[in-house]
């Protein structure tokens, strides 16, 4: 069967709960020229003291960044989140999908807000389970599901987490998705993977870490019949990819890795494996949001980068590191739109709520969804040897 689906909603007016996607924020916010902002912000993370923890993803704005208690990419926050039994109130200064996996990882009495609700994510809302579900009834008919692991990116609904962890897959995040690859295909005889759902990291990872070719990789189009693939295709492929990807990372161009490299003498080309294949076969170095700042914070005095992942990350990294020549990979490229929802406003709000006994933006995943995602994320945290390659 093949779902029609609905066209994607513009952020903040999405009403559509099932979805990953954003909804309105319904805070009555500080205003953003408030020029008291930072003060208060510093105020109630003072008064909160150990009853909140808060973290930050890499992509975040300087002015939220500034009060992360730790930072991390998003396999470093989701551990960070769980060793942290004590914090009655963990903010998440990253998008949705993030912040339920801390809900997910983190004890019953622990809340998670997320400081705005429209932080989603658009990678994210490109899998949803309605049509994931469909995708492996037609993998059943065609006989191959009792050989198919899935896998989903950590940058994925709850539900889609929960879907893998009741087929006998798991998570994986880009820090740890060849370790994943290795674990799923030694799961069944002549395994193949259903990667969701950014058809860039799996291909990346297959092809580049796992020796596979892409003529073992199929992508399925969810909004084409049959995902667009004959059975012979479903039955042949080592991969099946799904059809999503990250509309920051998938912007940068192999064009222009080849006029930074006749522009910058010397320069290097690191990027997340999020970026295209062409993109990242055209680098010198790939990998995690954690793996691009050790890179740098490693690099010699003098020596030329250019990078290619979200760009509060790489303004950081050129600012923290005056010795190293940092350059942005593409001019049209620009930040995550969700990612930077997350503003000092919002985070204020969300923190001086806390400090009057008001729990605002609770992000709450369901039991039942919350038992098999935490399989799956589990069998994430517990993948052979060293899980957390940067
Ligand atoms: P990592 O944090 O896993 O590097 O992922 C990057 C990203 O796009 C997060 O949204
Ligand atoms: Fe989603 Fe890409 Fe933004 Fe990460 S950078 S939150 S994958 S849209």
Partial sequence: MTTVDLPL?????????SAERGVECPGD???????????????AKAALGDRVFVLGHHYQRDEVIQFADVTGDSFKLARDAAARPEAEYIVFCGVHFMAESADILTGPDQQVVLPDLAAGCSMADMARLRQVEDAWDAMTEAGVAGSVVPITYMNSSADIKAFCGRNGGAVCTSSNAEVALEWAFGQVPDAKVFFLPDQH????TAVLKMGLTLDDCV?????????GLTVEQLRDAKMILWKGHCSVHGRFSPEVVDDLRATIPGVQILVHPECT???????????STEFIIKTIEAAPAGSSWAIGTELNLVKRLAAAHPDKRITFLDKTVCYCSTMNRIDLPH???????????TVVNRIEVDPQTEHFASIALQRMLDLPGKSHKD
């Fill in 9 to 17: 909603l513009p952020l903040g007016r999405g009403t559509d709960l």
């Fill in 29 to 43: 916010l500080p205003a953003a020229s408030d020029p008291e902002l930072v003060a208060r912000a510093l105020a």
């Fill in 201 to 204: 990291l799996g291909r990346n």
């Fill in 219 to 227: 992508v399925w189009d969810p909004h084409r019949p049959n995902g």
């Fill in 277 to 287: 294949h062409e993109v990242v076969l055209k680098a010198d170095l790939v990998g």
């Fill in 347 to 357: 985070f204020v709000w969300a923190m001086e709520s806390l400090v009057n006994g």
